[in-house]
């Protein structure tokens, strides 16, 4: 049995996956989906979040919870923690998991991976660092889902991430929403150019709230 660490996306936390955790442990696996500072239960806490300490949110989250040999999962804004994370301890990671989520190069933001105008859109909607959810709830999402969204710290969309260069081999899925309409196109190329698995979910964005069934099942043929 696997044990996986799922990172959520921007807006969101470690409460978004309560349905895709039920379904994995029901199969034996071991889960836990940490929530980033400034996010979900801990949006309430004053911190000047970025990039950095989101990547070292879950570092810190493998080293006390004791957590080796882990499926990693990153939904979304997910990646960039996720792509950081297997850069700084490879040697904890088994196996790593996309869900519909960017691909950073050393060097990139999440901004720089956006179209432009989409990039200045979120950075003009920021109110004292921090990027608004979107307003409304979009066809197919729960009143709930879109009422637990959070304002994301925008430091964490702009600063570039840093990676040593280091080549790892680390086996890599990326799961691509159908339905999805955040632009991700760059993201899916790079992971057919890296020679990724490949998989595909009929959901938009958020698989983890529109199928989480399907979900899990793909998570859990992606730990082997």
């Known amino acids: 049995m696997a044990t996986f660490v799922i990172v959520h996306g ?9 349905e895709v955790e039920a379904r994995l442990r029901a199969h034996g696996h071991d889960v836990s989906r940490p929530t980033l500072s400034g996010l979900g239960e801990r949006s309430h806490v004053a911190c000047q979040a970025d990039l950095d300490t989101h990547i070292e949110d879950v570092v810190q989250h493998l080293y006390f919870e004791r957590l080796a ?16 994370v297997a850069d700084r301890v490879p040697d904890a990671i088994a196996a790593l998991v996309y869900v519909d989520a960017f691909v950073p190069r050393d060097g990139e933001s999440l901004f720089d991976l956006l179209p432009p105008d989409f990039a200045a859109a979120l950075r003009s909607s920021a109110v004292d660092g921090r990027v608004p959810p979107p307003s409304g709830a979009p066809p197919g999402y729960p009143p709930w889902y879109v009422e637990r969204g959070r304002p994301h710290p925008l430091a964490a969309f702009e600063q570039p991430i840093r990676l040593s260069g280091t080549p790892h081999s680390i086996p890599t899925t990326y799961v691509k929403c159908a339905a999805s309409d955040i632009p991700l196109d760059s993201s899916v190329e790079r992971a057919r150019a890296g020679g990724w698995v490949m998989r595909e979910i009929d959901t938009h964005h958020d698989a983890q ?14 730990a082997g």
């Open 10 to 18: 921007g807006w969101g936390g470690g409460w978004e996956w309560r």
């Open 69 to 84: 040999d882990v499926v990693l999962v990153g939904q979304s804004y997910g990646g960039m923690v996720v792509t950081g």
């Open 209 to 222: 709230i529109a199928d989480p069934d399907g979900l899990a099942r793909l998570l859990a043929a992606a």
